[in-house]
């Protein structure tokens, strides 16, 4: 492998979605971080509902931009805030409140979500958040929990309403809908699929997506498709005179 091919290898994919869904999930994730964070503050305090709101905006930013993908479903994000919370909580109970346990705290609620299938990064900085939190946090004690919940939920709800006002399925279910190849007799043998196909399926489907299984075999029988319009244009333009 020379250097260019190498270094070529930091550098990022190109981007195959419009300005205009950069756009909604940006305003999605402004708005949604900005009324779970409001809500909760009226419930439990401003410096209470501050102290969550780095993780609820990275949680945004999933449950917004790349909302397909699996990890930024209903179920990755209250589970995961539930795991991450009990964690914390329990680890700042025995071990204090010390830069170590945060750590722990946040490895202990990977392996617990991975286990209950609900992993959301944006859990692991909520842990170390509780672990090291502020005076008023540390005073709600176990009620911290309904701080927790009250964000994520508020968050969840938002992003359910605005993802599919904006013409975003949400949630994303286990089976997609197939996409319908396209069969001639005179097609000829199934052409392999190009990085052209692939770049032509992902400007269709006009969204960030995180790979999950389901949405990987949409996108390729999406690719197959323009292959095989692109094999029968070849077919066709070889016996034109």
């Known amino acids: 492998m020379d250097s260019s091919s190498m270094f070529a290898r930091w550098f990022p994919a190109a981007i195959n ?61 209250i589970g995961s805030y539930v795991c991450a919370g009990v964690v914390a909580l329990l680890v700042a109970r025995v071990l204090g409140r010390t830069l170590g346990s945060a750590c722990l705290a946040a490895g202990m609620a990977v392996i617990l979500m991975c286990w209950l299938r609900c992993l959301h990064p944006p859990a692991g900085g909520l842990a170390m958040t509780l672990v090291l939190a502020d005076p008023a946090s540390v005073a709600l004690g176990w009620q911290e929990m309904g701080a927790v919940l009250l964000g994520a939920g508020t968050l ?81 333009a070889g016996r034109m005179p």
């Open 17 to 77: 979605t419009r300005p205009t869904e950069w756009s909604r999930a940006a305003i999605g994730m402004a708005l949604g971080t900005l009324f779970s964070v409001w809500l909760c503050a009226q419930v439990f305090g401003m410096e209470v509902a501050l102290h969550l709101l780095g993780p609820l905006g990275a949680s945004a930013v999933l449950l917004f931009a790349v909302s397909s993908g699996a990890l930024a479903q209903p179920w990755s994000i």
């Open 156 to 236: 969840l709800v938002f992003a359910l309403a605005y993802n599919n006002a904006t013409r975003t399925r949400y949630p994303k279910g286990v089976a997609e809908a197939s996409v319908t190849i396209l069969n001639s007799p005179n097609a000829g043998p199934d052409p392999a699929v190009t990085a052209a196909d692939l770049k032509l399926a992902l400007a269709e489907m006009e969204q960030f997506y995180d790979i999950a299984p389901t949405e990987l075999e949409q996108l390729i029988h999406a690719a197959e498709t323009h292959a095989r319009r692109r094999s029968i244009g070849e077919v066709l």
